[in-house]
């Protein structure tokens, strides 16, 4: 059965968005991200498939050992997507400023 992942159920749990902003910034191996969370090592394993399955992290084999970082071609479509939100809620606070500034 391939199981196809959600990219939005996968950025939800909040350890595997401290994995996307510890990769932020340079590509780990499977045991150096472990190493920043206390959780065990097969938990940690199985946050890196979902995010690997979804296309958030790309994996690269060095010798024995896999080499995660971000997909940040993905990313972007996800950023991409959520930014027409932002871009709403913007509009709607600053409306929501400008009707409380004629009150105070």
């Not at 391939?2 to 595997?16: E, G, H, K, S």
């Not at 995010?51 to 991409?80: F, H, M």
Request: positive net charge; contains cysteine.
């Amino acid at each position: 059965m391939n199981l196809r992942r959600d990219v939005f159920q996968a950025i939800a749990d909040p350890t595997r968005r401290a994995i996307l902003l510890l990769l932020a910034t340079q590509s780990m191996s499977a045991g150096a991200i472990a190493a920043n969370f206390d959780t065990a090592r097969p938990t940690v394993s199985k946050h890196l498939q979902i995010l690997t399955e979804c296309e958030l992290l790309k994996q690269k084999q060095n010798g024995r050992e896999v080499i995660y970082q971000l997909n940040p071609s993905k990313v972007k479509e996800v950023a991409d997507w959520a930014e027409q939100f932002r871009q709403l809620w913007d509009e709607r606070f600053n409306k929501l400023e400008d009707i409380m500034k004629k009150y105070i």
